[in-house]
């Protein structure tokens, strides 16, 4: 059987510049294998190519080469096939405000050729809470309303796959919270989920795998928990109260870099080593402390590591 919700080959997408500016390399060559039935993280910094990667998948953009296969359905070969497999929810809140939901998730049912027996409409919208909001103009409902509302209009055809692009930038906790069990929801009954989030928590608390791209190539690609170990760098930044004596080699775990302006910064992984045993070698070395403050990775920093080469050995080749 095959194992993968989406395979993507050596896809590229070079857009035709924008007002006069030449043309933009979005995508270089991507290799991306989404496995069946996971929840999926796509991450990466703004222009990465993410938003690039969805459309195509949704049909949405032209790839310039490559392929895409959504459950075994070759773009090229199957349009109809690998479209009805995929669900999209995209950034934006598009939604027309004179329909109802009622009448939105219709449309989309018959545009995706749902027999009308066969809809789902009163099941989705219960789904995601909008039951009693069926027959109200959708202009009436508050934005994260909508965006529930986009999320049942993604389901209506029943997709194995559903790609979700940024959904809770801008939704309050509550609604991200309540998001977030439905998609794990969906999972439990065989959903496979690709999420993009600039939110590096969100993607540790929901996803089972990440992949990261960068200037529009896969920097990584590995399970969460994999991943995350490779990047919870911390950094403890010490100002001594007197110049640094000859230090001695500190113990496993923990290494040492000059800073050049009498400060020493510790790095150090928050998950095999505590800070209190980076402060016992500190005072062990004999230095007294001024002042002493902590830096975590930012998913910025994180993308520099990976581009600067410790990636090599999960990056694709
Ligand atoms: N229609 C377009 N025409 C020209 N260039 C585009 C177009 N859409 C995107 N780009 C460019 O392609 C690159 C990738 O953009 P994309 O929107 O895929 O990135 P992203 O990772 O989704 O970013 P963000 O996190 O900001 O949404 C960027 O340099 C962007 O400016």
Redesign the pocket.
Known sequence: MQENAIEIRGLSKT?AG?GGSGP?A?LKGLDLDIPKGSIFGLL?P???????TINILAGLVNKSAGSVRIWGFDQDVNPRQSRAAIGVVPQELNIDPFFTPRALLDVQAGLYGVRRRDRRTDEVLAAVGLADKADAYARSLSGGMQRRLLIAKALVHSPQVLVLDEPTAGVDISLRRMLWAYVRELQERGTTVILTTHYLEEAEEMCDRIGIISKGELVACDDTQTLLRRLDGKTMVLTPKEALPDLPAPPEGITLEPAGDGRLKLHYASRTTDAEAVLDYVRGAGIRIADVATEDPRLEDVFVALTDGDASDTAPA
């Open positions: 857009y924008r933009v979005a990466g703004n222009g990465a190519g993410k938003s690039t």
